[in-house]
């Protein structure tokens, strides 16, 4: 869903209120506190039409109850305003430049923006094993040295491993899913690395394309491994690594061009929204997607 098409469709608090109602119980409500489906509309005055009761327990509710929309003071307009321009950002979406579309102070974007990251974190897509052709890398997020500040910098001018950025791991399939996280250095050995791949990798169904670095060699003794040499050539027939390299241009991109900055605590949360993005780059219609998770997050 478009921007245009999201601001044509909620043009009131009531239509986005009926589209989430629509999302979370398709037509079915249900209690969010008992479970039980013998609940109606609540017939406050002030809140008419927006509320619901349960006959069970006796207790009103709104469809937001249990949702990262729960006790927000944002119209719900804003939040879907704010979803599509997060997803129609390939590269991401600073909560500055939010902030100015919105009218809305970056203090409170920025929270907004974390609450549906912390959504996307639980998003099923990262649950199920990756199969068929895999590739495996590893990266690391930081800015680039500033020139002529190398010998003050230390190690976190290096670039590549042994420097103090932080490290990531990922593994993507071809033409499919990808799965990313944050990784302490110590992890980035032959049996951190192994652990890593068994744990998102069907190895039984899946062949491993990886770099030539040494701690993918022990993922060669549960599944098959071919690995291209980077000095000599970036591809060797379907041998290679361009798709899991690819995502990470995304992710440093998005670094680089919009945040420019983040703390390795909120880094999780950045990489669930860069491969929630990539995971349904083909789905016409993420906007939906998006909203069924966020309703789903407690």
Known sequence: ??????????????????????????????????????????????????????????????????????????????????????????????ACQIARDLSIRRATVWSMMHRVRMAMVKDPAQKALLFGIVEADETYIGGKPRKGNHHKNGPHA????????????????????VIARMVAARDLTSKGLTRFIRRFV?????????????GYVGATKMMSHFSVNHQVQYADGIVHTNTIEG?????????????????????PLYLAE?????????????????????????
Not at 203 to 208: E, M, Y
Request: glycine share 6%.
């Open 1 to 94: 869903m478009d921007i245009l098409t999201i601001f044509q469709s909620f043009q009131t608090q009531e239509q986005a209120i009926e589209y989430l109602e629509a999302v979370r119980w398709c037509g079915k409500p249900i209690c969010p506190y008992c479970g039980k489906e013998t609940v109606c509309r609540h017939v406050s005055a002030d809140r008419a039409g927006q509320r619901w009761q349960c006959w069970s327990c006796k207790r009103a509710f709104a469809v937001t109850v249990g949702t990262i929309f729960h006790g927000t003071h944002i119209p719900l307009r804003s939040w879907f305003m704010l979803l599509g321009l997060m997803l129609n950002a390939k590269k991401s979406s600073s």
């Open 158 to 177: 290096k670039r590549g491993r042994g420097t103090l950025k932080t490290p990531i791991v990922g593994i993507a399939e071809r033409n499919g899913r």
């Open 202 to 214: 069907d190895t039984k169904a899946s062949v491993l394309m990886t770099d030539e670095y040494a």
């Open 274 to 298: 860069a491969c929630f993005k990539y995971n349904r780059r083909a789905v016409p219609d993420t906007f939906a997607a998006a909203v069924g998770i966020m309703v789903a997050t407690s």
């Open 247 to 267: 995502f990470w241009s995304l992710v440093k991109r998005a670094w680089y061009g919009q945040h420019h900055h983040y703390s390795r605590k909120y880094t």
